[in-house]
């Protein structure tokens, strides 16, 4: 099985080892993958796309509130302040 995710793509990066002496050796920079259950199918996801669907999720449920819906709360409660 290859070390991508499969929702957004991430591959191993190649990049260099810097010794004292500043040789350079190539060596891969992994993605941390973890493997998650969704709808009965095993998933194999970036920890950043795990983190992208719990908020989406939690936005969703109502849990959490958008930019938009944060800035509308705030002036909202302004104007309340300010018929007082």
């Known amino acids: 099985m290859s070390r991508i995710c499969v929702l957004t ?3 191993a990066n190649v990049a260099n080892n810097r010794s004292h002496s500043n040789r350079a050796t190539k060596r891969l920079q992994g993605v941390n993958l973890q493997s998650r259950r969704m ?4 998933v ?3 920890t950043r796309a795990l ?3 719990k908020k989406l999720n939690a936005i969703q ?3 959490v509130l ?3 819906q ?3 709360a705030k002036t909202a409660a302004r104007k309340a302040e300010a018929k007082k």
């Open 70 to 72: 944060k800035k509308k």
């Open 66 to 68: 958008t930019k938009k």
């Open 44 to 46: 194999v996801l970036s």
């Open 51 to 53: 983190k992208t669907l």
């Open 39 to 42: 709808g009965g199918v095993k």
């Open 9 to 11: 793509g991430k591959k």
């Open 61 to 63: 449920k109502g849990e």
